[in-house]
């Protein structure tokens, strides 16, 4: 048993709100040494009268549910000691709260770490993108100067037909 267990069973308030006050307290830790007395009474002799093996397990689970395996607002609750299932209740939500801050702060890390991520990605897509654009858009201005220039040329070889037929009149 633990001692905060052992002080909530026993309504001791001031040892359990010290014991809380302690980091890295945990207030669902369930007692552990009962293992060993599941295991002494499986081999007393008034077990002998139980022939099938289901009945076995299923007495063997619900008495160990019933005695074993309890927190220490279990046992606060058990011995009727209000004041510390109010202290260990507060206690129990503080630490949720606690942990649900940091499973949140977690999350937002992974949150922001992805949208980073998918923010890079697409920022070289959307670099690729234009590149390709900027690329076509040169091919184009490449092939508009050529027809420009045909069309410079095609005009300056009317202009020089003119000339032409002006000089001849």
Do not use: C
Request: hydrophobic share 35%; no cysteine.
């Amino acid at each position: 048993r633990t001692p905060l267990i052992f002080a909530s069973s026993n309504g001791d308030k001031e040892i359990v709100v010290l014991l809380l006050s302690q980091e890295g307290i945990d207030i669902n830790i369930k007692d552990i040494w009962s293992e060993k007395y599941i295991y002494d009474i499986q081999h007393q002799p008034f077990f002998f009268f139980i022939h099938d093996i289901k009945t076995l397990k299923s007495f063997l689970w619900n008495f160990r549910e019933q005695w074993f395996y309890k927190t220490a607002i279990d046992n606060a609750k058990e011995e009727n000691h209000t004041e510390i299932v109010d202290i260990l209740s507060k206690a129990a939500e503080k630490e949720r709260k606690k942990e649900y801050k940091e499973i949140f702060e977690a999350f937002k890390e992974e949150h922001n770490k992805l949208i980073e991520e998918f923010k890079n990605e697409h920022k070289k897509q959307i670099e690729e993108f234009i590149d390709e654009h900027i690329k076509q858009m040169e091919e184009k201005e490449e092939e508009y100067e050529k027809q420009l220039d045909e069309k410079n040329k095609e005009i300056q070889r009317l202009m020089d037909m003119i000339k032409m037929l002006q000089n001849q009149s």
